[in-house]
């Protein structure tokens, strides 16, 4: 019989959730087991994102979760987080998919957006019946953002934006891009402005990545803008400077930081069910030592994880969330469920490298996640300056 | 239209359970979920009310107060509940279940009860029919589709070999069968939209119900005897040696099933 949530989590750490929050875990829960774990070894293995997904993942309130109207669902940070959890038990690009049209797009669009362009975009991205991607990242600007060559330039009334945007989830099937761009506009903050590009503009395509070895269920294109000509009030008319992109990535990251405990227990669970029932030199794996160790050392990252995870939204609920909060998170969690997945695979022994069990999976998939939204390093550089004063980027 | 559906609130399945050494019950101390074999009767009911127009009650009873299982029903969606819940119920049988089921939808004067077809810890898939004789409405039972029809529903009842086409007046009491509607996950704002829909407690004194009807004392159902369900035998494994395909043939031929 596999564990259950209280037998892998040492601390009991869902017992602080309040009964909304259980019925929304066990929900997602569900969802995940009922309609993700079932297939998501072929579609991994096929390379497919499945698109009937939107609708159930909107029907669960999910995208804009924790916005104040315009289809959202006011709800806070710890619920969206658990749900984000649940979701990345199933697979790491589920997680992703809804981190990119939920956090990054339609966050950055409440944060940043006129009126005219919440009440456009945000309630039919809440129904899924609109999707969004996020271009920031470029082929030659990857952790330096500033360094980006996407340059818009105005042209009577309207921008037009040339560039080519890399790594971008969702991008092929989007209905809108937030897509970042040098200006010429100066103030302090830089001159990079946000535009809400509709994918239909003329110059404007997205070329699927496909020779992925992580993230396979989920869609990663490239981005090329050429000529893209839009309207002013297509730019988002609050973000000025980088620091709007940032902040979109301080919420996106925060999702992380609960996501990777979901993979987490997907594989500590594998492990300790594997364990239990595959038997070496006539008895149980899981009766070795050597096995409880390394099952005990996952449950200890895992638990670790899950209360930085906690904390951090009630650090996020009080107002008190600063990036660093968010780098610590990021970097801690990520870090920990990619050794967990290691160590599950390890557990699996031969049968830890076949995608009938999740681990090799899940392994893969954190590699992405531990190198995207700000990298594992990036996030050691942004602590240490926390610590030091000084900058070493 | 006013439709209730009795939903029944069970121990988790996925956890181990054990029985009460003297009345070789089930235990049901903690937290109860919501009967999987109910959400159908559930998702049908918001279907219908969905699309016929009205309005979806739900009606449980548990011996301890018990709603956790009821939040979910009615963050899928249902409007409101009641929930008889009388520690003199503890022991009740399924006849005494439809007596005190049967007198706390009266109370909701509903235009079409529907229910499970059993219940996934009882499973003695009495109660719908036992409560449609207490009521003296017409029943019909394993539904697999609904449709409302003026004064009258529609059934597709499955059977064995397909469905039969059942027309029956309303009010009735139709039981649902499990697997045939896909019940829909409770969503975020269903969930907090849950936490102030009326959830109405009442005590069997309250539907003028006679202790002497229900609970251990009231009840004609004794369990005599429980036993453990014999482990399942181990398999054969044939090995190929080129001819596996012909021993599993014959395998299939001695089980007489080609």
Redesign the interface.
Known sequence: ?PP?TQDTDLLDIDDILS??EI??R???R??VEDKILPNIASWYEAGRFELDLVK?LA????FG?TLDGYGG???RAR?YGI?LRELEAGDSGLRSFVSVQSSLTMNGIYMFGSEEQKNEWLPKMASGDALGCFGLTEPDAGSNPAAMKTNAVQKGGDWEINGVKTWITNGSISDVALVWAQTEETNSTGGIRGFLVPTDSKGFSATDISEKASMRASITSEISLNGVLVPDEFRLPEATGLKAALSCLSEARFGICFGAVGAARSCLETAIDYSQTREVFAKPLAALALTQDKLVNMATLYSNAGLVAMHLAALKESGKATPAHISYGKRNNVAAAREIAREARSVLGANGISLAYPPIRHMANLESVYTYEGTHEIHTLVLGQKLTGHSAF | MKIAVCVKQIPDPAEEGSLDDATKTLKREGKLILDDSDAYGVEMALQLADSAGGEVVLVSMAPNGETNGLRTALAMGAESAILVSDPALQGTDALGTAKVLAAALKTASPDLILTATESTDGYTGTVPEQIAELLEWPSVTFAKSITIDGDKVKVERQTEVGYDEVECPTPCVVSVTAGVVEPRYPSFKGIMAAKSKPLEEKTIADLGIDASQIGWEGARQEIVDVAEVPAREAGEVITDEGDAHEKIVDFLKEMKVV
């Open positions: 019989m259950n009964e909304e019925l929304l066990d929900s997602v569900g969802f159930d029907n669960l309130g999910i979760m669902g006011g709800a619920a749900a």
